[in-house]
């Protein structure tokens, strides 16, 4: 079956523009991670969905981000009034359930923040 | 402060070499230690992971060796091939929690023909 996507692949924005981006998971997994991954750096905690439950949160670096997950599947990573620091890959993993530590990865949206 | 740490931070050996590279973690309440592959403009695949209740675990040409006292795990690349020229990532988790990633900063790995 198909695998995590994400889109867009790129996103090149102007700072101080919203961006949204998408991520559909794998059919049928619950759990629903992002992450941000900067230049040089590793994979860093942003919020976590598990089903129908309250979203973990505490990752999220300021309040200019946000994410929401309708359905239980499609998830949508919103930053407002983007800056230069927030130009980075950002990832989107998904796992069977929040049990499960496999956690499958898209291929990341490339945001870059002029 | 930074819970998983990796080391080194990029590496260079010859086909058939065996590429080492380790991680230190702080938290014992970890007890999950998956291994993750990246190669460019793709997203991390989990390459193998570990528990803490054996000390070595093997598949195919990739090995965790494990010490729990130390806090430590390494990848060890056995044969290793120019294929295996990637970046590589290892992560700890507590089963008890979301089970949320802590990731370390990544070992570029290139292996030379």
């Known amino acids: 079956g198909a695998g995590v996507s994400q889109s867009p692949s790129n996103k090149v924005t102007e700072k101080g523009k919203d961006v949204e981006l998408r991520c559909d998971p794998i059919s049928g997994h619950t759990a629903l991670y992002w992450y941000r991954q900067s230049l040089g750096q590793g994979l860093e905690f942003l919020i976590y969905f598990q089903g129908n439950s309250a979203p973990d949160k505490s990752g999220l670096p300021s309040d200019r981000f946000s994410a929401e997950r309708t359905g239980g599947s499609v998830s949508t990573l919103t930053i407002q009034r983007t800056q230069q620091e927030d130009s980075a890959v950002y990832l989107c993993?998904?796992?069977?359930?929040?049990?499960?530590?496999?956690?499958?990865f898209g291929p990341g949206t490339r945001l870059l923040v002029l | 402060q930074q819970q998983v740490k990796q080391s080194p931070q990029s590496l260079i050996v010859q086909k058939g070499g065996i590429p080492i590279i380790n991680c230190a973690y702080e938290?014992?309440?970890?007890?999950?230690f998956p291994w993750y592959q990246q190669f460019p403009g793709k997203g991390p695949a989990l390459l193998i992971a570990i528990r803490p209740d054996v000390s070595e675990k093997k598949e195919g040409r990739f090995t965790i060796s494990f010490n729990k006292s130390a806090k430590q795990f390494s990848l060890h690349i056995m044969d290793s091939q120019p294929g295996d020229s990637a970046t590589y990532f290892c992560?700890?988790?507590?089963?008890?929690?979301?089970?949320?990633?802590?990731f370390g900063k990544g070992t570029k790995l290139s292996v030379k023909p």
């Open positions: 938290n014992t309440a970890f007890d999950y």
């Open positions: 992560a700890a988790s507590m089963s008890g929690s979301q089970g949320n990633l802590i």
């Open positions: 993993a998904s796992s069977l359930s929040g049990i499960s530590e496999t956690q499958y």
